[in-house]
């Protein structure tokens, strides 16, 4: 149960995930978990690589690659 698997079962992202403080709603149509978007920029870039979102939409591949310590 601990396989990449894991990260194709949530449909919708958390709540907590939604906000930030409770102060910003993200109410972009296809929010993805940032867990996810965490493992597919390990996947996808070397470490201390850079990370490129050019139709960046909500922002949470920029929260996952900045969590991941990549540029």
């Known amino acids: ?5 894991r990260f194709f079962y949530c449909a919708k992202v958390s709540s ?3 906000s930030s403080g409770g ?7 296809t929010l993805k978990p940032v ?3 965490r493992y597919l920029c390990r996947l996808a870039t070397p470490p ?3 990370v490129l979102d050019p139709f ?3 922002g949470s591949t920029g929260v996952a690659a900045l969590s ?3 540029q």
């Open 56 to 58: 960046m939409g909500s």
């Open 48 to 50: 201390g690589g850079r």
């Open 1 to 5: 149960c601990g396989g990449v698997s």
């Open 35 to 37: 867990s996810l978007l």
């Open 68 to 70: 991941e310590k990549l």
């Open 16 to 18: 907590a995930e939604r």
């Open 23 to 29: 102060r910003v709603e993200n109410t972009h149509p």
